[in-house]
């Protein structure tokens, strides 16, 4: 699930993330004019990084301010650095100058697909929906924005309609966002196979790409790894890092593969690096279930503590995070059957369904449970968290054979699927 | 598709990297995406065309030589993220010889993945060679072998001897190269697209800063007889492309989708309207018709009538003279015409013998009087830049100025044969955006 979640945005980020390349790099430079200076491109060009091509977008509005591509171009360099800082700060930065483009020019496509996936990285679907379309009047030709609009379809648990825009998207322009986004719908679908098949032809196109190529293995390591190839992940996790030393993703991929082969100390000194360079939430929640399940409660209390205050951090920012902390939650003993109905309701997708499940179970509402957890496997997904969490229901239900069967696939498909709950999951399949 | 797209792709997509190479992973260094975001992916880099080049060679006049490039601003020093041609992709080539903007001559090219070796980064490539011609598809050249990128000394030394082993016979008498090169394209993409704001007066007088210099490209070059393309109008139009296979989220037999394609140069940055550039991309020249009206209404030179007010005024629109040298090629003076169908093809008249030595032609080409360069054809040398600037301010309408980028020729020297483009820098001396010394 925690794997779920963070694949779902990384969904949502590939989208983010080329929409931002399509706009700074594919945006016809006569066709609007330009801010920057050439000098200012041949510094960033030297530089290579974003912040100094943010600076330098800053100084050129300064004696521009009305130039609406600029303006669209520093929204998406502003959503770039929260990609790269983790400082959730950079998305209001990011959605003042967006707005004020649009005010300029109501039917720019840079900004409006800015928008969109700026509200997709806030967690905001159904906005991120009604701008993806928006974009997608605005230019029904241009792939990517059938990637925003299915990366928030599927987060609002429309599969059918998210699975036909990502076939148009892949239909339009082939390649990497396409295809990392074909083989998360053929995850979704159970067809593991399937999903691996087209993260290969991902990882083609991604070659000579450090990072894009680092992402993909790793995105193939959790995929391996979450359907019973370890070592398969082991080797994808590596590539990533080779490909990309230190990449905090790739620690993250490794740190997970340490977890599933009982190397939990191992785990945790790659997860801590990963979270000290920076402290998304999954990396602290990770890392603090690392820290308890090898005996450490004051290093486990003290990322625990932490996430409270990411999150609010996140929420101060406008992200919505109400899912991701009601799954902490259940999963530590405060399960709020408010939050996660609130979470469901504004993610009605698998996992908000199986959140709340697994927070009704945690308060014995197991008939209501049993409901949210078929919704939660209606697509026939093989995660093992969501069978675990199925088998926990039957368990509350008193059918302690059915529960059993749940507890030996989510077993099968990853023996140590989870620090926290692996170990429950084997005590009771016996 | 090149430009602002080639030097910020390139920058952005290493910025990470460097970052944390450099500074090692403390807090706060840019080394990674934030929670859920994807990192960088550019735009599909190893399926991107940057140039495309055709001539008669000069140092073999019965034969034409096509030049195309991919993978924009490949930084020699990227190891241990070595370029290749991507293995799922395919790579095509495309002759018309009847200006209907279909192909009537194409060679298709598949590669496989490089093997991973210690010294040469997995870089070294075998490919396939087909041809579709006359109804008929032939496997025209197999197990052919790209040489490995230019690492450096120790990883590959005499690195042009390992270069000249990578030109390669077909089948069909045609001659085959591929594999990393020099980007010959010069330019100061900075200043150019930068409203034209050029460095030193209005550009024609040097002083440019070449932002391709020392960069790389992967280029796929062939030679073919003059016969094999020839036809009673003696115009043939040329345009590569890259196909990706599809995908659905059920499964499928995936067919190939274009999604990439270069006749003339820069057409994609500067005629062709964001919301559009996927289509372009996507569309066979033949349905070029509907692109038409941002070819006539070139954008150009709205800005050109802005910056230079004291030069103007500029023709903004029914820029026929624009429609034609891209669309249809030059009818009067007839150049290169091949017909009414407009179709962005890059014209070369095959009658027009070379005129000078590799790299010697005129950089202006044709509007510098020399007929064998663009818009007939593209040479490596044409500076096609300038070309474009001077021809959309009116060259070609009686409205003649001197404007340009200030860098008339690549940073290294051009190879005097087959494949011309220069070796790459090897990553263990690599050096790039050198400033050019003005030339006044």
């Given amino acids: 699930m925690r794997r779920r979640l963070f694949i779902a945005g990384t969904a949502a980020g590939i989208a983010a993330a080329v929409l931002l390349l399509g706009g700074l790099f594919r945006g016809s430079p006569a066709a609007a004019p330009r801010p920057t200076s050439g000098e200012a491109l041949a510094a960033d060009f030297a530089a290579a990084d974003t912040a100094g ?75 991120a929906l009604a701008l993806g379309r928006r974009a997608r009047a605005l230019s029904p030709s241009t792939a990517r924005n059938y990637g925003v609009i299915g990366d928030a379809l599927v987060e609002l648990g429309r599969y059918r309609e998210a699975f036909a825009a990502f076939d148009t998207m892949a239909r339009l322009k082939p390649g990497l966002a396409a295809y990392a986004r074909i083989s998360y719908a053929r995850e979704l679908r159970g067809d593991v196979a399937g999903a691996r098949d087209v993260m290969r032809l991902a990882l083609d196109a991604a070659v000579g790409q450090r990072e894009a190529l680092a992402w993909t293995h790793v ?125 469901e309701r504004m993610r009605p997708s698998i996992d908000g369904a199986d959140v709340l499940a697994w927070t009704l179970a945690r308060h014995d509402r197991c008939a209501e449970a049993l409901t949210w957890s078929r919704r939660a496997l209606r697509l026939g997904t093989q995660d093992a968290l969501k069978l675990f969490h199925r088998g926990m229901i039957e368990r509350c239900l008193a059918r302690d054979a059915e529960a059993r069967i749940w507890f030996r696939r989510a077993l099968a498909l990853n023996p140590r699927f989870s620090v926290l709950w692996a170990p429950t999951a084997r005590r009771l399949a016996r | 598709m090149r430009g602002i797209a080639l030097a910020l792709a390139a920058a952005l997509a290493t910025a990470v990297a460097v970052a944390v190479v450099v500074r090692g992973s403390s807090p706060g260094t840019a080394n990674a995406s934030s929670h859920r975001e994807a990192p960088l992916i550019s735009q599909d880099p190893s399926a991107d065309n940057t140039d495309l080049y055709a001539f008669r060679s000069p140092d073999k006049p019965d034969t034409v030589t096509i030049v195309s490039n991919w993978i ?24 018309d010889r009847n200006g209907d903007g279909k192909p009537d001559v194409t060679w298709q090219f598949r590669f496989k993945a490089g093997t991973p070796t210690a010294f040469l980064g997995g870089t070294q490539q075998e490919y396939t060679v087909t041809k579709v011609a006359g109804g008929k598809t032939t496997v025209v050249g197999r197990g052919l072998a790209t040489p490995p990128d230019n690492i450096g000394p120790r990883s590959t030394p005499n690195y042009h001897d390992l270069a000249v082993k990578g030109v390669h016979s077909l089948t069909d008498g045609t001659t085959v190269f591929a594999g990393q090169r020099d980007d010959a394209f010069f330019g100061d993409i900075g200043a150019a697209f930068d409203l034209v704001a050029i460095r030193h007066g209005t550009g024609a007088t040097g002083g440019g800063k070449d932002f391709f210099a020392g960069y790389a490209v992967h280029a796929i070059a062939l030679q073919v007889p003059v016969a094999m393309l020839d036809n009673s109008s003696h ?150 830049i300038d070309i474009s600037e001077r021809a959309v301010g009116g060259a070609l309408i009686g409205h003649s100025l001197p404007l340009g980028d200030g860098v008339d020729a690549n940073d290294v020297p051009l190879q005097s044969s087959f494949p011309y483009e220069p070796d790459p820098f090897s990553g263990f001396d690599n050096t790039k955006g050198q400033l050019q010394p003005a030339n006044g």
Avoid: C, M
């Fill in chain 1, 53 to 127: 091509l943010v600076l330098q977008l800053q100084t050129a509005l300064r004696a521009a301010p009305r130039d609406v591509h600029g303006l669209g171009l520093l929204g998406l360099a502003y959503q770039q650095r929260a990609r790269e800082t983790g400082d959730p700060a950079w998305y209001g930065k990011s959605e003042g100058v967006l707005r004020r483009a649009l005010r300029l020019a109501p039917h720019d496509l840079i900004a409006t697909s800015g928008l969109a996936s700026l509200a997709l990285s806030r967690h905001r679907f159904g906005e």
């Fill in chain 1, 219 to 343: 995105q193939l390591a959790k995929l391996e790894l979450g359907h019973g190839r370890r070592e398969a992940a082991a080797r994808e996790a590596r590539a990533a890092l080779r490909a990309f030393p230190g990449y905090v993703y790739g620690l993250d991929a490794l740190a997970q593969v340490e977890a599933a082969r009982g190397r939990l100390r191992a785990a945790a000194r790659l997860e801590r690096a990963a979270a000290q360079t920076i402290p998304l939430p999954q990396f602290v929640s990770f890392l603090g279930d690392l820290y308890a399940a090898t005996g450490r409660l004051r290093l486990a209390r003290d990322q625990y503590r932490l996430i409270g205050a990411i999150e609010r951090l996140l929420a101060a920012n406008g992200v919505r995070t109400d899912l991701e902390t009601a799954l902490f939650d259940a999963d530590h003993g405060r399960a709020s059957i408010a939050l996660a109905r609130r979470a």
């Fill in chain 2, 72 to 95: 924009p601003g490949e930084d020699p020093g990227a190891g241990p993220n070595w370029y290749t041609f991507s293995p799922s992709a395919r790579y095509d080539l495309y002759v």
């Fill in chain 2, 235 to 384: 115009v043939i139009g040329i345009w590569a492309a890259t196909d990706r296979p599809s995908a659905q989220v059920a499964k499928g037999k995936p067919g190939l989708v274009q999604v990439s394609r270069l006749g003339n140069p820069l057409v994609n940055e500067l005629l062709i309207p964001t919301e559009l550039k996927d289509k372009w991309n996507a569309t066979t020249p033949d349905k070029d018709k509907q692109f038409e009206q941002y070819y006539s209404t070139p954008i150009l030179a709205a800005l050109l009538n802005k910056l230079y007010p004291q030069f103007g005024p500029f023709q903004e629109k029914d820029r026929a003279d624009i429609v034609s040298v891209l669309g249809t090629g030059l009818k009067s003076p007839n150049l290169n015409y091949t017909g009414p169908t407009f179709a962005d093809e890059l014209r070369l008249n095959l009658s027009i013998a070379p005129t000078a030595a590799v790299g010697k032609g005129n950089r202006l080409g044709v509007l510098g009087g020399d007929l064998a360069g663009y818009p007939n054809g593209r040479r490596l040398e044409d500076d096609v």
